[in-house]
């Protein structure tokens, strides 16, 4: 027999992040001069107390299995923290370490949800939202917002979307891609509608350090006392300390969610990486200074995307309360033609943009919306400048 792929796994399509950055790589590799605005990575080095940590490790023999759930010194590094800077009181055996953040929405998602449930997704919506709640079987209930709203659910967009097939509300603030954030009173008119509706919330709180002056986070699950035991947090290192390639996330959820989890990680991955998870716990528990430099560097730089976007005729973005991504609204700009070649689609217009200009953006349909695309400002200032010159000759053409 000949294998078939399911039908499951041909429905998805790559992550449009990683493709679009694999085609600036391959430009590079060219010898190409690429600007790449595409991956939502910061540009920053892995601060040397948690590389140390993680040589230390090593060094103590911590190279083994360790429990599925995680080992207990991070677990209780996270329940410390969330107490500590949102008075929330969690048990760390209602953490679960994951092998990042994304893989611990897979976990929620997978431990919760049955063929033919439905996921309220406010879009624009990270990329991989949608395909992990299909890959359960169940049916991701995708809800426009708008650029006037600031792309933000408001508790009629919410009561309109549910069904008697509705289970969870999957929430992002800051989000991923436009850097919006929902304030607190915001966020507590949806969890009135979540209590009254008896639905669970999945909330994807990996930006809340990096949150802009002005702008205040607040967590999910402390805004009514309902809230914790329908509330699924996940989070993890990966933006707050630049540790993407260590893959630590994790999710803090209700008792019985966590056991579900911790014997679904037990057979698919065992456990993440014990290295990383030793590092993880020196990011946590160690000085956080370098979250307030890196938090003050992508100040500085978001500040002049949004003066180089409000510059460029024709190009708009909603204000980025927190994250690290500018959403740009291009749509003015469609239906024409550079050098020669006629866009009418967000992804056109950046597959362009990238083989005319070589800037690397994302194109807003992988985000549920058209007419936009994603530009991270999670790079360095001169590479900012650069590109953000080559889009405005781009869009004079």
Sequence with gaps: MRPIISKIVQSLQPSATMAM???????????NTVYDLSLGEPDFNTPEHICRAANQAMQDGHTHYTPA?????????????????????Y???????SSGAKHALHNVFAALLNPGDEVIIPAPYWVSYEAIVQLTGAKPVIVQTTQASNFKLTPQDLRNAITDKTKILLLCSPSNPTGSMYSADELRALADVVIEKDLLVVADEIYERLVYPGH?????????????ERTMLI???????????WRVGWSMTPPNVAKAITSLQSQEVSHPSSISQWAA??????????????????????????????EIPGLSCPEMGGAFYAYMNISEHLGRSYGGVKIND??????????????????????GTEGY?????????????????????????
């Design 21 to 31: 950055a694999a085609k600036a790589r391959e430009l590079r590799a060219a010898g």
């Design 69 to 89: 759930a995680g080992i207990p010194e991070l677990r209780k590094a996270v329940t410390d923290d969330y107490k500590a800077r949102h008075g929330l009181e």
């Design 91 to 97: 048990e760390p055996t209602q953490v679960v370490v």
């Design 216 to 228: 205040k986070f607040a967590s999910f699950a402390t805004l009514r006392p309902e809230l914790p």
């Design 235 to 245: 989070n993890g290192v990966s933006k707050t300390y630049a540790m993407t390639g």
């Design 281 to 310: 716990v020196a990011a946590i528990a160690g000085p956080q200074d370098c979250v307030a430099d890196m938090l003050g560097e992508f100040t500085k730089r978001r500040e002049f995307v949004m003066k180089r976007i409000a």
């Design 346 to 367: 967000s992804t056109t217009w950046c597959l362009e943009l990238l083989a005319q200009k070589k800037v690397a953006t994302v194109m807003g349909s992988a985000f």
């Design 373 to 397: 695309a994603r530009a991270s400002f999670a790079t360095s200032m001169e590479n900012l400048e650069a590109a953000f010159e080559q889009i405005e000759e781009f869009v004079a053409k």
